[in-house]
């Protein structure tokens, strides 16, 4: 399988500190890869290590086949990248500041620039100051400015901080539409879990500066086991019947329904139990479970519970 970024056994060390464990993690071109865990995880670490903004201290990162450590400037032209807040000039307009960063890679066209305008969705207000502009227009603007050089790989750090929801779903939008249309590469950092399971295709998630997995969203949320939410009446007669026969299964009142966690093929052993303790089965249904509720899991399950 074809990797754009590779990061091999990367870690890092602040005053004897480890905030970076021994990280390593492939990304391939077209996708949306989101790097999730709490605030202090080691995110930011990390991307600025992968734009070369801090050293690495042991293991190496190789971008489009070159590497930041010993080809820095090869590996760099196939980034664009946020890290935190764009910086821009608020005094110019949104279309002078492109041009201003596009002279910077070497004369961008006009051509170039009205192209990457039309994708974020400025094109009505590029000619306005940057003053005028709203949180969200700011970072397309800034996703805008990182697409200049054509990169294959586009960085964000936490691009829908302090967006509000209509913000937030446009960002994620352009993000999705750039990963398909250009197969671009997008790696995406964040805390914010509702707003990962929908914009990315696989998730990494970093706990005290160590990876605790990666895999598809879909992957991550299904697990091996699923809830099903069972209708069923009289309902304290079936917590009754659970705890004495069939206590092998996790399961909770939620909502006036029995949820049970089980794999498909156990389910007609815990019908056919109910049936026989003279329980009234009217519907089962899987319960979607969340990114949250398996971050949630798979932190616990590495000893510590972390709030997003």
Do not use: W
């Not at 905030?19 to 670490?45: C, H, M, R, W, Y």
């Not at 290590?49 to 070159?66: Q, R, W, Y």
């Amino acid at each position: 399988m074809e990797h754009i970024v590779r990061i091999k056994n990367v870690s890092k060390m602040i005053r004897k500190k480890r905030i970076i464990d021994s990280l390593t993690f492939d990304v391939q071109p077209g996708e949306v890869f989101g790097f999730l865990g709490p605030n202090g995880a080691g995110k930011t670490t990390t991307i600025r290590m992968m734009v070369g903004l801090i050293g690495i201290t042991s293991g190496d990162i190789e971008i489009a086949g070159h590497s930041i450590k010993s080809e820095y400037e090869k590996a760099i032209a196939n980034v664009g990248a946020i890290v935190e807040n764009p910086e821009m000039y608020k005094f110019l307009t949104g279309y002078q500041n492109l041009v201003h960063f596009g002279r910077m890679h070497g004369n961008i066209s006009k051509e170039k620039i009205d192209e990457i305008v039309e994708l974020v969705g400025l094109t009505g207000r590029i000619h306005e100051k940057v003053k005028t502009y709203s949180l969200g227009m700011r970072q397309r603007l800034g996703i805008a400015q990182a697409l200049l050089h054509d990169p294959k790989v586009l960085i964000l750090d936490e691009p829908t901080n302090g967006l509000d929801p209509a913000g937030i779903r446009e960002i994620r939008d352009y993000v999705r539409k750039l990963a398909r249309e250009r197969n671009i590469a997008v790696v995406v950092s964040s805390h914010l879990l509702s707003e990962m399971e929908m914009m990315c295709d696989r998730i990494a998630i970093i706990q005290n500066g160590k990876l605790v997995d990666v895999q598809t969203v879909d992957d991550f949320v299904e697990g091996n086991e699923h809830i099903y939410q069972f209708e069923v009446s009289p309902l304290k007669e079936a917590e009754a019947v659970m705890s004495a026969h069939l206590s092998q299964y996790s399961y909770q009142i939620l909502n006036e329904h029995l949820h049970i966690q089980l794999e498909k093929e156990q389910i007609p052993e815990v019908i056919k139990v109910l049936v026989e303790n003279e329980l009234s089965i009217f519907s089962i249904t899987r319960a979607a479970k969340t990114l949250e509720d398996r971050f949630l899991e798979i932190t616990k399950e590495k000893g510590e519970t972390l709030h997003a």
